[in-house]
């Protein structure tokens, strides 16, 4: 079961194009920021989409690679026509530069659990294998509450309601790095 659900992540790992699925820069931040060494980092205000209100965010240390990463998708937010590989070209650089994430102040579990990539990895390759990390946990997740549900129902029953369970969404969280997809698991 681990086996088939892992393709199925799998499968989403890839087909979603890097930078473009919502939040997953700022978790990116916070993943490789906590295997910098930086469990928070520092706050810092800055202006919000509404006019004259400003939120705090936490100002973190990160490869140039990632934060390349982070504003590459973003191009196609919001403009249907528009395909997600139109972002900025990818860098490799691992010079340390300033990146701010609204994710910055959650706890850091789920980011040193997938992070780990960014150590030895950089840019878009780190991302994807820290997707399959995130992919991976989930398929773990959920193939040990398919075998609790096989304890009181026949496999066909059990493998029917993980089936059913398991929604687009499901898998997209699951592939993305996005603690929610964990949570969904």
């Known amino acids: 079961m681990f086996c088939v659900l892992l393709v199925a992540f799998g499968s989403w790992v890839f087909a979603t194009p890097l930078g473009s699925a919502p939040d997953e820069p700022a978790h990116v931040v916070k993943a490789v920021s906590v295997w910098q060494g930086e469990l928070r980092g520092h706050p810092r205000s800055v202006p919000s989409l509404r006019p004259g209100v400003d939120v705090d965010l936490d100002v973190v240390?990160?490869?140039r690679s990632y934060l390349d990463y982070a504003a590459a998708g973003q191009c196609s937010w919001g403009k249907p026509d528009l395909n997600?590989?139109?972002g900025?070209?990818?860098s490799t650089s691992d010079?340390?530069?300033e990146a701010i994430t609204p994710a910055g102040s959650?706890?850091?579990l789920y980011y040193v659990l997938v992070g780990w990539p960014s150590r030895v990895l950089s840019g878009g390759t780190g991302v994807y294998a820290m997707r399959l990390v995130s992919a991976s946990i989930c398929a773990g997740l959920l193939t040990v509450a398919y075998c609790c549900l096989r304890r009181r129902v026949d496999q066909p029953r059990a493998a029917l309601a993980?089936?059913?369970a398991l929604t687009p969404v499901a898998y997209y969280l699951g592939a993305i790095?996005?603690?929610n997809g964990v949570e969904v698991a």
């Open 95 to 97: 010079r340390q530069v």
């Open 61 to 63: 240390r990160i490869p």
């Open 106 to 108: 959650y706890h850091p």
């Open 88 to 90: 900025v070209r990818l």
């Open 162 to 164: 993980l089936v059913v």
């Open 84 to 86: 997600a590989a139109c």
């Open 177 to 179: 790095v996005n603690p």
